[in-house]
């Protein structure tokens, strides 16, 4: 099995890199993670007027290094890359396996609520079938998990 997983994982990296760079690199405007631009390809925990609203990733049981630390180890698990990490602001990437498109995943760690808040944003086309919130609910699913 592994010779077909190591054959899927060569395939998605040789086509992910088609796939267009993010027009500008991912940031927080105005102290928070931007919103969706409305497409359903786009969910965002910052906006919770929207349809594109998602829960935030509460962590009431630990402290905010450790909520932090645990975070990162789940991208890690997931096979996510974190690209950029600044003043409780962590951008990673996943890439979508075999047809390699990447979708980008932010995170800002909200002290004061005892929250992470979360945008995960396919780059290309216009619905992804539920895959970006799949992935921010299979997050919270094994941050919850592990508290």
């Known amino acids: 099995m592994d010779i077909v997983n190591d054959a899927l994982k060569a395939v998605t990296n040789t086509v992910s890199g088609f796939w267009p760079q993010p027009s500008e690199k991912p940031r927080l405007a105005e102290g928070k993670l931007r919103p969706c631009p ?82 995960s944003s396919s780059r290309l086309g216009f619905s992804d079938l539920g895959v970006n919130r799949n992935r921010v609910d299979d997050i919270r699913r094994r941050f919850i998990g592990k508290q």
């Open 38 to 119: 409305g497409t359903p390809n786009c969910v965002c925990s910052e906006n919770p007027d929207s349809q594109e609203w998602v829960e935030p990733i509460a962590y009431e049981s630990m402290n905010h290094d450790k909520a932090w630390e645990l975070l990162k180890k789940i991208i890690d698990d997931m096979g996510g890359a974190v690209l950029s990490e600044e003043n409780e602001y962590l951008w990673s990437t996943f890439t979508v396996p075999l047809f390699g498109f990447v979708d980008d995943v932010e995170f800002r760690l909200d002290k004061a609520g005892k929250v992470i808040h979360v945008r």
